[in-house]
């Protein structure tokens, strides 16, 4: 083999070792750019996850609220039905 034929070949080994690691730089690239993908899909849902949790502590509060209202009205309901009682007990 000569020296022109040897370096041809070395060539040719080079090129192909070239194409592999441009190759794999495209490949390598497209799995950065799915986890990035992946990792913005989750901070997306994780986002939507607070607004709901949010969502939910305002119903939550205007739940206990709406229960202490219907407290407020059994008891005022309570102490109207003692009163209508005591009249009727003095009206007889």
């Not at 407290?71 to 209508?84: G, H, M």
Request: with cysteine; charged share 35%; net charge negative.
């Amino acid at each position: 083999m000569t020296d022109k034929d040897f370096n041809k070949k070395m060539d040719e080994l080079l090129s192909g070792v070239y194409r592999i690691e441009e190759n794999q730089k495209i490949q390598f690239q497209k799995y950065d750019n799915d986890i990035q993908n992946i990792n913005n899909d989750i901070q997306n849902i994780f986002n939507e996850l607070q607004k709901c949790h949010k969502r939910f502590d305002i119903i939550e509060n205007k739940l206990y609220s709406l229960e202490s209202k219907i407290d407020t009205v059994r008891k005022v309901s309570a102490e109207n039905s003692i009163d209508i009682s005591n009249l009727k007990d003095r009206v007889s």
